[in-house]
């Protein structure tokens, strides 16, 4: 399968406690992408993320949230000390080419839907 | 500040008829502009595209219109299938800055 991978695909979290969310992108691509869908909510731009390198983090809270994409490894969207608002499905997107060559086209994984108590 | 508005949440057609869904924009330096499919549990997939030079693309049963003037986009799937039945996205964005803009989604019901 050389889809998006997100893993753990459920995750459940007292307040408080840390959550790791794992994301591999598409074979050959260099560019990741992570959203997050609340309840009833449409898709919301958190993180754009390139290896090593975050270019656009215009849509992340400015606490508790953060997010990596090393030179080996998945992308990591981690949120500290949860809280109930937090619960939410964070999807992970990738493409090929980003910049002046990137037509918008992202591909996804099938989503981490966290759930916090 | 909703840059992409999806105004309809939900929308229920008939088999066999034309469904039309739309999306309207406020940032006029959107040039590119997509629809997304998502069944329930399942990550979004790419439908169909259009650029901001074009007016229309087609893709089979699926044609995606795009009025620059109006900033306004539909989505036109004709003949609607049941299998069609899922939440519809629209989105936006701009070449040199990566991300996508989305709006909140229709759910599109097609009845047998």
């Known amino acids: 399968n050389a889809g998006v991978m997100q893993n753990p695909r459920h995750l459940v979290r007292r307040r408080g406690q840390e959550a790791r969310l794992r994301c591999s992108p598409m074979k050959g691509h260099s560019h990741v992408y992570w959203y997050r869908q609340l309840p009833e909510e449409g898709l919301k731009f958190m993180v754009y993320?390139?290896?090593?390198?975050?270019?656009?983090e215009s849509g992340m809270p400015k606490e508790r949230f953060s997010a990596e994409f090393p030179k080996e490894g998945p992308s990591i969207l981690r949120i500290q000390q949860v809280v109930r608002g937090d619960s939410a499905a964070y999807f992970c997107?990738?493409?090929?080419?980003?910049?002046?060559?990137?037509?918008?086209?992202?591909?996804f994984g099938e989503g981490s839907r966290l759930t916090v108590l | 500040d909703q840059q992409v508005k999806q105004n309809s949440p939900s929308l229920s057609v008939q088999e066999g008829r034309i469904s039309i869904l739309n999306c309207d924009y406020t940032?006029?330096?959107?040039?590119?502009f997509l629809w997304y499919k998502k069944y329930p549990a399942e990550g979004p997939t790419f439908l169909i595209s259009?650029?901001?030079?074009?007016d229309k693309n087609e893709d089979g049963r699926f044609t995606v219109f795009l009025n620059k003037s109006a900033k306004h986009l539909s989505l036109h799937i004709v003949p609607s299938q049941p299998g069609d039945s899922a939440v519809y996205f629209c989105?936006?964005?701009?070449?040199?800055?990566?991300?996508?803009?989305f709006g909140d989604g229709t759910t599109l019901t097609v009845k047998p």
């Open positions: 259009i650029s901001s030079i074009k």
């Open positions: 989105a936006a964005s701009k070449t040199n800055a990566g991300k996508s803009t």
């Open positions: 940032n006029s330096m959107f040039d590119y």
């Open positions: 997107a990738s493409s090929l080419l980003g910049g002046a060559a990137d037509t918008g086209e992202l591909f």
């Open positions: 993320l390139q290896k090593e390198n975050i270019i656009d």
